[in-house]
């Protein structure tokens, strides 16, 4: 299992995900389905066409919460127009956008856009900054996010620890690992053993391990242990 074709579908009863795309430096896109809630992970560039041909107006307006690994532009890229979007058209119910604490981009696209549109928005954006990787229920979803090892490097070439989680999705007895964007790690392989669907990162282009990705053969290892797996942020 190497190469997928996006978008990668999932399905168990009324629990579902849909991966639109997974491509390094370039953009994510995932649609959670549990009953009748709907949420986001990862909006990347593009999300809001993809969830506007995927649920039409009146399912977007309705999604409750969404759900960042880390603040790279490949993940958050989208989280602009979505929030544009949902004022344009009127988003009533509030949104809340889950990320790890400390996680710039998402603080700081959120304080442009009340800036911007102060006297225009339409529904209450709750932030949650993850500090502690408890447990928790929103909207029938259970959530549990773990730490994952992700890096990135600064302009004198030296890197940094990002602020990078992977989350568990769990709805009607069935569980979901996404780990994100993440090297080889404990949490992960410990979340991903027994999953219904483990969704792992296969970023890293050779075979050298290293602290931003995983190898593919890293990400096979976890994904075996698994019930199923979808390798995605392969480079193209
Ligand atoms: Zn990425
Ligand atoms: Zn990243």
């Not at 979007?85 to 304080?111: A, F």
């Not at 070439?157 to 790690?185: E, H, S, W």
């Not at 990162?201 to 976890?222: F, K, L, Q, R, S």
Request: neutral net charge; contains cysteine; aromatic residues 10%.
């Amino acid at each position: 299992m190497t190469e997928q074709k996006y978008p990668l579908n999932w399905k168990k009863k009324d629990f579902s995900i849909k991966i639109f795309c997974s491509i390094p430096n370039i953009a994510t896109g995932i649609l959670l389905k549990a009953g009748d809630a709907h949420f986001v992970i990862d909006p990347g560039d593009g999300i809001l066409r993809d969830l506007n041909k995927e649920l039409g107006v009146k399912k977007l307006l309705e999604i409750s919460d969404v759900f960042v690994t880390h603040g790279h532009h490949d993940h958050v890229g989208g989280v602009w127009s979505l929030l544009t979007y949902l004022r344009v058209m009127q988003k009533k119910s509030p949104l809340t956008i889950h990320y790890p604490d400390g996680c710039v981009e998402i603080e700081s696209i959120y304080n442009a856009f009340k800036k911007v549109y102060s006297r225009s928005i339409t529904y209450k954006i709750n932030l949650k900054a993850i500090k502690k990787t408890n447990g928790f229920t929103t909207n029938n979803i259970t959530v549990k996010p773990f730490p994952v090892i992700h890096k990135e490097y600064l302009s004198t070439g030296k890197m940094r620890q990002v602020p990078a989680l992977g989350y568990n999705f769990i709805y009607d007895g069935a569980k979901i690992c996404y780990g994100g964007d993440t090297a080889y790690c404990e949490e992960l392989v410990v979340h991903a053993r027994n999953a219904d669907l483990a969704i792992l990162e296969a970023g890293h282009d050779d075979e050298t391990p290293d602290d931003m990705h995983m190898t593919m053969n890293e990400a096979v290892a976890i994904g075996k242990s698994a019930k199923k797996y979808f390798l995605v942020h392969v480079p193209e």
